[in-house]
């Protein structure tokens, strides 16, 4: 195989998962803007995201976020998932919306409080079992306003006693996926806020517990593609919730902000055999559309990640080895950028061609006429989840 052509064969593999959340309404704390034709309940969103990846061809499955995704029968939600041609992917876990959350869910001060937290992780293994997902992602809430507030170390106590409990629960094939955010909701101290937390937790817990590193939960100017390298290299990095953010956590689509930044992610991934089925680091999306058109912009997104994915496997590892050794450090760094320099989308819409896809996935979407048939069929679509 040429070189070239093993880098579309990567291509070829690649999978991209879209979050449910990301198909229904959404907004600031501000205002929700509705828009005409989202989904109005889960079989819907799936409807939404069959046809993200039909058009794309690299976004296989689908994550849920229970409960804002609930049903009674998730068994048959899988089936319907597989009648479209997509499967369902992570469970993303809520211990965050209920009034009782208020000082926290799995690291609150009352145990009341934190068994129904890990009662409601338990369920979400459950639910895992039914649908045949790998993954449970947890995103804990969790944290302190003011100094004093709670004991921040027996939080930690907590905390772990509540994991070991739902980790005991996982089945053979079954990981957990914990994300850390440095703050919001909590602004003092939040339980989970870096990846060194997260590691430490999941290092105890065992093979089973990985970290997720959510690109918009860091604060700015952080490396983080020296901690995906390092995740990698401890066996550590479970998945990616690929998002853009200019100041917080602003759920942009992937790529928008820093398109340079995912390149170096994605280069690192692919250095640290991170890329592809068998590595079992999960690509996941998580964003919200606000203004935009949301399946345009989850398939931008795809397109996104694709095309920062084409870059990092064309860097020329050999001479980039060659500069390092040599010290050549303006080398090095030429060819680095050559690779992020080039023009991927020819080579994309190749690859498209060559998987029987229309090269152009927005025009095509564009042209299949379901924006308008969403919008004719559909009255009266869901927020995503907020409030909903
Ligand atoms: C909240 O910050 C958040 O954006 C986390 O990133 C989760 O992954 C997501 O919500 C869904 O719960
Ligand atoms: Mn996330
Ligand atoms: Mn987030």
Request: with cysteine.
């Amino acid at each position: 195989m040429t070189e070239l052509a093993a880098v579309k064969a990567a291509l070829k593999t690649q999978a991209v998962e879209t979050p449910s959340w990301a198909y229904g309404n959404s907004g600031t704390r501000f205002k929700v803007f509705a828009q005409a034709g989202v989904p109005r309940d889960p079989r819907e969103k799936l409807d939404d995201a069959a046809k993200v990846h039909e058009f794309t061809g690299v976004a296989p499955t689908v994550a849920l976020h229970i409960p804002w995704d609930k049903v009674d029968d998730y068994a048959a939600l899988a089936k319907y998932a597989g009648e479209r041609g997509v499967k369902l992917g992570a469970i993303n876990s809520n211990t965050f919306q209920d009034d009782d959350y208020k000082l926290g869910s799995i690291c609150h001060p009352d145990a009341a409080v934190r068994r129904k937290a890990v009662d409601h992780l338990l369920e979400c293994v459950d639910i895992m079992d039914a649908t045949g997902s790998a993954d449970l992602k947890l995103w804990f809430a969790d944290g302190t306003n003011y100094p004093g507030q709670d004991d921040v170390r027996e939080r930690q106590d907590r905390l772990a006693e509540g994991l070991a409990e739902v980790y005991a629960r996982l089945g053979e094939g079954q990981r957990m996926l914990l994300e850390y955010k440095f703050f919001e909701p909590a602004f003092y101290t939040t339980d989970v806020p870096d990846w060194g937390t997260a590691y430490a937790h999941c290092l105890k817990l065992g093979t089973k517990a990985q970290v997720v590193v959510d690109t918009g939960h860091h604060a700015p100017g952080t490396n983080i593609e020296f901690i995906v390298a390092t995740l990698l290299r401890e066996g550590k990095l479970g998945g990616f919730d690929f998002n853009s953010r200019f100041y917080a956590d602003d759920d942009l689509m992937v790529g928008a902000a820093d398109p340079f930044q995912l390149f170096r992610i994605m280069y690192e991934v692919v250095r640290g055999g991170g890329f592809g089925a068998e590595s079992g680091v999960a690509f996941m999306l998580d964003q919200c559309h606000n203004i935009e058109a949301k399946i345009p912009a989850i398939i931008r997104s795809v397109m996104n990640v694709q095309e920062a994915t084409a870059k990092a496997l064309l860097v020329d590892r050999g001479a980039l080895a060659a500069a390092q050794r040599e010290g050549d450090v303006l080398g090095a760094n030429a060819v680095l950028m050559d690779a992020y320099n080039t023009d991927v989308r020819p080579l994309l819409r190749e690859v498209r061609g060559e998987m029987g896809l229309d090269p152009e996935p927005l025009a095509a979407y564009a042209r299949s006429g379901w924006a308008e048939k969403i919008v004719a069929e559909r009255v009266g679509g869901r927020q995503a989840g907020w409030g909903a």
